[in-house]
Structures are given as C-alpha cells and as structure tokens.
C-alpha cells in the first residue's frame, strides 16, 4: 500500500479522521487549525476546553496527539497534534514533528480507524521549512505503513502546489511513485486504495 498525496482543503475530506496541526491549548489558532475549528463548528472548541489541561493553557505538548469528534466536519473524528515551532533544528524539531505522524497514526490504530488525513504539519506560522517537513511526514507514514495494517489508508494533503510538490519529491526520494491525480478521498472510496499523487 501506499501513501496518498492530495491537494486541496482537507477540511471537506469524508475520511475517518483528519490530523490538526494544532496549539498547546487547543483552542483555535490560524493556519489550517482555524480552517478546522471554522468547519467543525463551535462544538469542536467546547469540546476541546474540557480536555484536561496538564499545566495552564497546555492540553496536549508538542509532539502529542489528542482525539475529538468531527462534529460538523465530514471526517468522524479530528486528531489535535502540536508540531514544533522551528528554532534552527536545534531544539529536536525533527523528533517532535516524527512523533506528530507517529503518535496519530498510533492513535488512529488504536481507534481502528480506517483513513487519515494529515495536513503539512508546523508548516505554517511554525515556520518549519517545508522540504523538511515533507521529508519526515513521508518518512514516518511510510515506516508505519510497513509495520501497520491500520489505518488502511494514509493521505497527505498539501494546501498549495508547492507543498504538493515537496511531498511527491520526498515520496519520490524515499523509492515511492506517484499516480495521477484521484478524485478527492471519501470513506466509502477505501477499497480502491489508490497511489500516491
């Protein structure tokens, strides 16, 4: 199997679960995060204030995941991870971003969800240089997708057409090929398994 490259707003995608690229608090922020809570309407932000904080205005670390419902959203469920902030490389950045892809994925195993949408994470107001980024969303789905057989299906939704572009040449670097542009993924889409575009 392989991992699917799509461009568009994954805010429409029918699948199981889409990935946030959230804050600390998890209450709303910019970026696609915004686009998110935007979507899902105000049910998503009231559930997301009862999750535990851990210290004050901290709800999941960088690094860590944390599952709600879609609510409004055509995706069932949306997995809340904070990426790094870039800071030069020299503050873990790349093990913080590898574990975002790691931590939901393992998530989305243990919720035996099916399909899972992730956007560029800290790839915006983050800073986190894109080719980079690209490189590890690339590296961790692909090592997890050797180990796993849940979730059966992994996408990895550029916003632009430069992130679509960084994402086939990490896909492409990594031994992977890429397929010509599929329709837009849906839950009831995922026998047909299609290949990265």
Not at 26 to 41: N, T
Not at 90 to 111: G, I, K, P, T, V
Request: contains cysteine; negative net charge.
């Amino acid at each position: 199997m392989t991992i699917e490259i799509w461009q568009g707003d994954i805010t429409t995608l029918a699948v199981d679960a889409i990935v946030n690229a959230a804050n600390e608090s998890l209450l709303g922020g910019g970026g696609v995060d915004g686009a998110i809570h935007a979507a899902a309407g105000p049910g998503l932000l009231d559930e997301c204030r009862r999750l535990p904080e851990l210290r004050p205005g901290v709800r999941c670390p960088t690094g860590e995941v944390r599952a709600t419902a879609g609510h409004a959203l055509p995706a069932r469920h949306v997995l809340h991870s904070v990426g790094p902030v870039w800071h030069g490389g020299q503050r873990d950045e790349a093990a913080l971003l590898a574990n975002c892809y790691w931590q939901s994925l393992r998530l989305a195993e243990q919720m035996q969800l099916e399909s899972i949408a992730f956007p560029a994470i800290s790839c915006g107001v983050y800073g986190y240089p894109l080719h980079q980024a690209a490189a590890i969303a690339v590296t961790e789905t692909i090592t997890w997708r050797r180990g796993h057989a849940w979730p059966l299906r992994i996408l990895l939704v550029a916003y632009n057409t430069a992130t679509f572009k960084a994402c086939q040449q990490a896909l492409a670097a990594a031994g992977q090929t890429a397929a010509p542009d599929p329709a837009p993924p849906a839950r009831t889409a995922l026998p047909g398994l299609a290949a990265a575009h």
